[in-house]
């Protein structure tokens, strides 16, 4: 676990999914890292992971994912204590990526590398595959829904379109628009949506980080 981060503030992940593979004294390690946007997505990863190499020695799994508190998780997976998910964890936290997972697979290849020598591989099979899959700023959007009658839906509108944000606008009984605004905008949108309207639309708020 660590501290909370601002729900609202651009952070740092990996662009895709990046994979790296090298060898130490006869042992194979497989990088891999993709991006994750809650634990569950992170933990079905290294599920995917494991099944993809299930005959592989060791998969040592290592993730941050914004919450609150901010997720942090990584394991040995039978290697010896702090050698393997420490590290590997301690590169995404240097790099300070967040919404990252990351699982190391390791095929044993006879000969012992110690823990330095452990940590070193691990650290060093995550640092490959998060510059192979490349770093980006992201900015947490919401999804907000804002129900208008008709005669509210022209102005309505013209501020989402103003924002230049996505939405979606569904005509039925009356007008809804699912709109994918930055979290830090979605104040400033709500405000001028119901001044516009005196108040008369309607407007939910679901966060997706």
């Known amino acids: 676990m660590s501290g909370t981060p601002d729900a609202a503030a651009a952070y740092r992940t990996v662009a895709g999914r990046?994979?790296?593979?090298?060898?130490?004294q006869g042992s194979r390690f497989l990088g891999h890292v993709v991006p994750a946007d809650s634990t569950d997505a992170a933990e079905a990863f290294v599920e995917r992971v494991e099944t993809e190499y299930a005959d592989a020695t060791h998969n040592v799994p290592a993730y941050r994912v914004r919450a609150d508190p901010l997720r942090e998780y990584a394991s040995d997976d039978g290697?010896?204590?702090?050698?393997?998910?420490?590290p590997a964890l301690t590169v995404l936290k240097r790099e300070d990526l967040e919404n990252v997972a990351a699982v190391v697979t390791r095929y044993y290849g006879g000969t012992n590398l110690g823990v330095g020598g452990l940590s070193r591989a691990y650290g060093r099979a995550v640092n490959l595959a998060v510059d192979d899959a490349g770093t980006l700023e992201e900015q947490p959007h919401e999804t907000v829904a804002i129900a208008v009658e008709y005669d509210d839906s022209g102005i309505v509108r013209g501020i989402v379109e103003s924002a230049d944000v996505g939405f979606e606008g569904t005509y039925g009984e009356c007008v809804a628009f699912e709109v994918q605004v930055p979290v830090a905008e979605r104040d400033a949108l709500r405000e001028r949506v119901l001044s516009a309207t005196s108040g008369r639309a309607t407007i939910d708020a679901d966060d997706t980080g």
């Open 18 to 24: 990046g994979e790296a593979t090298f060898e130490v």
């Open 79 to 86: 290697e010896p204590g702090g050698s393997a998910g420490k």
